[in-house]
């Protein structure tokens, strides 16, 4: 156990696991993204939306994937934060930008449905309003790394900003049952059986977890480099690229 | 569904196509940012292997 939690602390040897994952989260991503494509316009048209609800397929597994990363953020930079793990916070800070664009893809494929649908691109809705905050959050995030020269105290301080940002993640999950406006409540992600038909719920899963493959594969690039950025001094990466 | 009625969208094709292509060029993006990141790096450490073997 601790063996394991050891290397996974090693920067050389996630360097050389996470290289070897590359092709498998490449082809999976491929793979899932192929098939849910194809359900997702082969599923019948929405009985109240017509076809304009086929943006669902899109927008709500960005929206997952932009609360699933900033968990995932805040979780590696508490464990920086804690443990003193470099490996962590090299994984928070790689995890970061990803996030963000996949909040600002949230948002701006919420617009293109909210237009036809609810007739206004925006509004202070309390789901769209955390949304939003939550996209400051992770350009604060990253913000604050840039501005900050020294490496651990800008892991140090981006950690504790995505900590105290975990507040908003209940926030947004919730406020479509706290604050009962325009953003309909959700259909998946609830207690009792979702309320989809099935042949719009696969598509749905398999968009998903394409989108969450990606995430990973993407995370392993960025992860790798910082790794390289981090480490280029070091004995083992000189090696590396010694012919 | 014919191939016309696919692309209008039932009226929605304006929506429903550019979240669909955002959606494709930001995920694109992504992936391009991160390689061309990781290629400089690359390319930095390998100068600096470089200039440091043929010094010795």
Redesign the interface.
């Known amino acids: 156990m601790f063996a394991w939690f050891f290397r996974l602390g090693s920067p050389k040897h996630v360097y050389r696991i996470a290289g070897r994952f590359l092709p498998w989260t490449g082809g999976l991503f491929l793979l899932l993204l192929i098939s849910g494509l194809y359900y997702s316009?082969s599923a019948p048209?929405d009985y109240q939306q017509?076809?304009?609800y086929?943006?669902i397929f899109?927008?709500v597994p960005?929206a997952w994937m932009s609360m699933f990363i900033y968990m995932v953020m805040a979780l590696a930079g508490g464990v920086g934060l804690v443990w003193k793990m470099k490996m962590a916070d090299m994984v928070a800070s790689a995890a970061a930008?990803?996030g963000a664009?996949f909040t600002?893809?949230a948002l701006?494929?919420g617009s293109?449905?909210g237009?036809?649908m609810w007739g206004t691109w925006w509004v202070w809705d309390a789901r769209l309003t955390s949304e939003l905050i939550l996209l400051f959050l992770y350009l604060g995030f990253i913000a604050l790394q840039a501005a900050i020269e020294d490496t651990r105290t800008a892991a140090r301080a981006g950690a504790i900003l995505a900590l105290v940002g975990v507040i908003n993640i209940p926030i947004i999950h919730y406020s479509v049952e706290w604050w009962y406006t325009l953003h309909q409540p959700a259909t998946i992600t609830k207690m009792d059986t979702p309320s989809i038909h099935i042949s719009m719920l696969i598509p749905l899963l398999l968009m998903a977890g394409a989108f969450k493959v990606?995430f990973a594969?993407?995370l392993l690039?960025?992860t790798?480099?910082e790794i390289?950025?981090r480490e280029?001094k070091t004995g083992w990466?000189?090696e590396l690229?010694?012919k | 569904m014919s191939v016309s009625e696919?692309f209008h969208?039932?009226?929605?094709a304006l929506?429903?196509w550019?979240?669909?292509g955002?959606?494709t060029v930001?995920?694109i993006?992504?992936?391009l940012?991160?390689?061309r990141?990781?290629q400089q790096?690359?390319q930095?450490?390998?100068r600096?292997?470089a200039r440091?073997?043929s010094e010795t």
């Open positions: 316009f048209p017509g076809e304009s086929r943006i899109v927008h960005a930008p990803i664009a600002l893809l701006v494929t293109f449905w237009k036809p990606f594969h993407v690039i960025r790798r480099t390289l950025r280029q990466v000189q690229f010694k | 696919f969208m039932g009226g929605y929506y429903v550019s979240s669909y955002l959606t930001v995920m993006a992504l992936y940012f991160a390689k990141d990781q790096i690359k930095q450490i390998a600096r292997v440091s073997g």
